[in-house]
C-alpha cells in the first residue's frame, strides 16, 4: 500500500456531544448500503463513537457496546465540578454574549471549566487494522502563566488531527481551515499539526475537552483541548479520501455556542459552517433537525437553585438509558440510509441560514 494513496471512503463525525449514538446508525447505514468507510474523521463526541466503531468488528457489537452497563457507569460518572455555582456560570455566560471582541484575551481552559470526566474511557481495544481512525483537537500554545493575558495577536491555539501515519502524510504541510480569516481572527496558528503517536484514549479525551465544559487534558508534557476548533473538517477529509460522507448540521446557537467560540478560540462558527454546507460531498447526512428528533434524548443540564448547583442529570435507570442509545440509533441509520439513496440530499429545513443569507 502506497502511504500517500488516498483512502477510498471518509465519514465525517462531527461532534454530537454526549447524544452520539446516532453515529454508530450512521456507520451502519453506510455498511449496509455498500458505502462503508475505511478512515473516520472524527470531533468531540464523535470521536467516542468513531473509537467504539473502530475496536468492535460488527455493527450489533457496537450497539451492544454503547448501551452496556459499562458506559452506563461512564454516563453516570460525568460530575459537575466542584466549584461551580450557577451564578457565576450564568454571569460568564452574559458577559461573552455582550462583549463583541474576539479571543482578547488567554482564556483559562485549565481551571474555568464546568464538569469533570471519569479517568479511564470505556473504549474497546481496535480489532480492526483496515479501519483508521484520525481525530481533530486543539493544541494550546500557551500555559497557566499566560492566563488573563492581552492577547496583542498572539497565536493561541493550533488545530492538530491525531491519526495514523498515512492520513499525517496525506495532510503534511495544509494550512488549519480553522485558522481562515473568514472566520477566524488569529488566534489559531496558520499550521495544521499532525500527530501519529499518541493513543487512541487520549486523542478521544483531547478531542471530547471543550472549553468552558472540561478542563483541557494533558499528554507528554503539551495541553491539548476540544474538537470543537473544527468541528466540520470537510476540507481535511477531502485530503484523506476520495469519497466523503459529511454531516449537513443545524447552526450553533446565538446564545451560548457563538459567544463562547468568539471569545475563547476567536472563531465565528455559523459564518465556518455556511462554508462547509456551500461545498461538495458525495453523500450529506442531515442531522439539523436533531434537537426536535431526539428531544429528550441523553444527558442534560438543570440548574438547582436550592442547591446552589448545576447537576447533569441522566436518564433515571439503566433500562431508560438502553432506549435512548436505541433511539440514537435508529436517528442515525435512518438519516445515513436517506443520506446514501438520494446523494444529493442537503438541509431538511431550506432557512435562511442555510442558504447562506442573513
Known amino acids: 500500500m502506497n502511504v500517500n494513496q488516498k483512502y477510498e471512503r471518509c465519514m465525517v463525525m462531527a461532534g454530537g456531544g454526549f447524544r452520539f449514538g446516532y453515529y454508530l446508525g450512521m456507520h451502519a447505514a453506510a455498511e449496509d448500503s455498500g458505502m462503508a468507510p475505511d478512515i473516520l474523521l472524527a470531533s468531540c463526541g464523535g470521536s467516542l463513537a468513531a473509537a467504539i466503531i473502530q475496536g468492535l468488528p460488527d455493527a450489533a457489537r457496537r450497539k451492544q457496546w454503547l448501551a452496556s452497563q459499562e458506559m452506563y457507569r461512564f454516563m453516570c460518572g460525568l460530575r459537575t465540578a466542584p466549584h461551580v455555582r450557577p451564578l457565576p456560570v450564568l454571569g460568564s455566560a452574559l458577559l461573552r454574549g455582550l462583549s463583541p471582541g474576539r479571543a482578547t484575551r488567554v482564556p483559562d481552559v485549565f481551571d474555568d471549566y464546568m464538569f469533570e470526566l471519569p479517568e479511564l474511557l470505556p473504549l474497546p481495544v481496535s480489532s480492526q487494522p483496515g479501519m483508521a481512525l484520525a481525530i481533530v483537537a486543539a493544541k494550546l500554545l500557551f500555559g497557566r502563566q499566560h492566563i488573563g493575558q492581552a492577547r496583542e ?7 492538530v488531527v491525531l491519526g495514523p501515519e498515512r492520513a499525517c502524510r496525506l495532510l503534511e504541510g ?19 499539526l499532525l500527530d501519529s503517536r499518541m493513543p487512541v484514549a487520549d486523542a478521544v479525551r483531547s478531542s471530547i475537552t471543550d472549553m468552558l465544559y472540561f478542563a483541557c487534558h494533558a499528554h507528554n508534557g503539551n495541553h491539548y483541548m476540544g474538537g470543537v476548533i473544527d468541528l466540520f473538517p470537510i476540507e481535511i477529509a477531502h485530503g484523506l479520501a476520495k469519497h466523503v460522507t459529511m454531516e449537513a448540521k443545524a447552526p450553533f446557537d446565538q446564545a451560548l455556542a457563538i459567544p463562547a467560540l468568539r471569545s475563547v478560540l476567536g472563531i465565528d462558527g455559523n459564518a465556518r459552517l455556511r462554508h462547509v454546507h ?17 428531544r429528550g434524548s441523553g444527558m442534560r443540564k438543570r440548574i438547582d437553585w436550592r442547591g446552589n448547583r448545576i447537576r447533569l442529570e441522566m436518564p433515571r435507570s439503566f433500562d431508560e438509558y438502553a432506549m435512548d442509545v436505541e433511539a440514537q440509533w435508529q436517528y442515525g441509520y435512518q438519516r445515513g440510509m436517506e443520506a446514501y439513496a438520494n446523494p444529493g440530499l442537503r438541509l431538511r429545513r431550506a432557512t435562511r441560514f442555510n442558504r447562506g443569507r442573513e
Do not use: M, N
Request: hydrophobic share 45%; glycine share 6%.
Open 153 to 159: 495577536g498572539r497565536e493561541l491555539f493550533a488545530e
Open 278 to 294: 456551500s461545498q461538495h460531498a458525495h453523500a450529506w447526512v442531515d442531522t439539523s433537525d436533531i434537537s426536535s428528533a431526539l
Open 174 to 192: 495544509w494550512t488549519a481551515p480553522a485558522s481562515r480569516p473568514a472566520w477566524s481572527c488569529g488566534a489559531v496558528a496558520p499550521g495544521l
